[in-house]
């Protein structure tokens, strides 16, 4: 499944995988399930509109009993140069990894994720910031109090980027 959203885009969100109830059902990333109905209601109780929205896979992965599982790097691997054209096509000021995978990924093994004090990090040509996937504010891992925190830092640092202003 392919991303979504606005080209160019002041934010692209990568998460991880289509969801199995939610984007693999729909089409859409991050739509039709819980994960992508808080991650829209961030979005807009942040008050952003030019985004983006991909996963670092295009398909869902499932375990031997149907659940949804974490991607092997093969699939990772196999997905890498997808993600790359998306993010060169939609040209973000910012990109939002959500979860650890994506900020691998992204931001490479050796930066530490740390979504609760993140700041803007640059790699391979990309403006990134750490932060949680939904998914793991829905389990409660997470206050969802402190996610609208975060998602309101991000959209200062969204507009402080689109002023020209240091962050």
Do not use: Q
């Not at 974490?70 to 040209?91: F, Q």
């Not at 000021?93 to 803007?120: H, K, N, Q, S």
């Amino acid at each position: 499944m392919p991303g979504a959203g606005a080209i160019p885009a002041e934010v692209a969100f990568v998460g991880l995988a289509p969801g199995r109830f939610g984007g693999d059902r729909t089409g859409v990333p991050f739509d039709g399930d819980r994960s992508g109905e808080l991650l829209r209601r961030m979005i807009r109780h942040a008050r952003l509109e030019s985004v983006f929205i991909t996963n670092v896979v295009r398909c869902n992965p499932r375990d031997a009993a149907g659940r949804n599982r974490d991607p092997a790097a093969s699939e990772i691997a196999n997905c890498r140069g997808h993600l790359a054209a998306e993010l060169e096509l939609a040209r973000p000021g910012l990109v939002v990894c959500l979860g650890r995978i994506a900020w691998r990924e992204l931001a490479g093994r050796d930066r530490p994720f740390t979504p609760a004090a993140a700041t803007p990090t640059s790699a391979n040509g990309l403006r990134l910031l750490a932060m949680y996937h939904p998914g793991y504010v829905i389990r409660g891992a997470y206050p969802e109090k402190s996610y609208r925190r975060d998602f309101v830092r991000m959209a200062r640092i969204v507009r402080a980027g689109r002023l020209g202003m240091p962050d």
